[in-house]
T-cell receptor
């Protein structure tokens, strides 16, 4: 079975400071990894993904994520957080089971980010 | 306007009633998905579909029924709603060969 863990329910950071949201995964084969963001009363928005290639992936809104195969991690980072980055962040891994296997995602429990002015 | 839409956005229903949540996408994506979002559980997959007339169970399918007679629509029906089905429901779609999913705005369902 494939799974994703986000060990922190909430991350608090001061505006202008670096932001890191942690994610670890477990898959049987090569992982496809994703980060999504959810603002209040909205659906999830795609931030970035890792499929193959460079371990450092750049995405929307200045976010990036580093794939680390040996540590089975895919942490989300932003060098300088903004108050507007306050939201719920989800890590996800692509699931390979079932007929729609190629596109199924398994999500972590989410991490709430609060950026204080 | 193109994209993925859900209706209704908010719904209150009584225990035992049947309720259908609608999902419509204008991209002609092959894949469509239904998730529920609950505190402490993140997003859990209810049902998914690889194409019209092809559906399969996800992680938490009990109490739900889906159909996909047309590529663009993927309705989710609660045959006899229970309080435990109070949740926020998200529909998503994905194109063939594309790994990212695109989410609708969600439906907040309350079962009293």
């Amino acid at each position: 079975a494939q799974s994703v863990a986000q060990p922190e329910d909430q991350v608090n950071v001061a505006e202008g400071n670096p932001l890191t949201v942690k994610c670890t995964y477990s898959v049987s084969g090569n992982p496809y990894l994703f980060w999504y963001v959810q603002y209040p009363n909205r659906g999830l928005q795609f931030l970035l993904k890792y499929i193959t290639g460079d371990n450092l992936v750049k995405g929307s809104y200045g976010f990036e994520a580093e794939f680390n195969k040996s540590q089975t991690s895919f942490h989300l980072k932003k060098p300088s957080a903004l108050v507007s980055d306050s939201a719920l962040y989800f890590c996800a891994v692509r699931d390979i089971r079932g007929r729609a296997a190629g596109n199924k995602l398994t999500f972590g429990g989410g991490t709430r980010v609060l950026v204080k002015p | 306007d193109a994209g993925i839409t859900q209706s209704p956005r908010y719904k209150i229903t009584e225990t035992g009633r049947q309720v259908t949540l609608m999902c419509h996408q204008t991209w002609s994506h092959s894949y469509m998905f239904w998730y529920r979002q609950d505190l402490g559980h993140g997003l859990r997959l209810i049902y998914y579909s690889a194409a019209a007339d092809i559906t399969d169970k996800g992680e938490v399918p009990d109490g739900y029924v889906v159909s996909r007679s047309k590529t663009e629509n993927f309705p989710l029906t609660l045959e006899s709603a229970t309080r435990s089905q109070t949740s926020v429901y998200f529909c998503a779609s994905s194109a063939q060969g594309q790994s990212s999913q695109y989410f609708g705005p969600g439906t907040r369902l309350t079962v009293t």
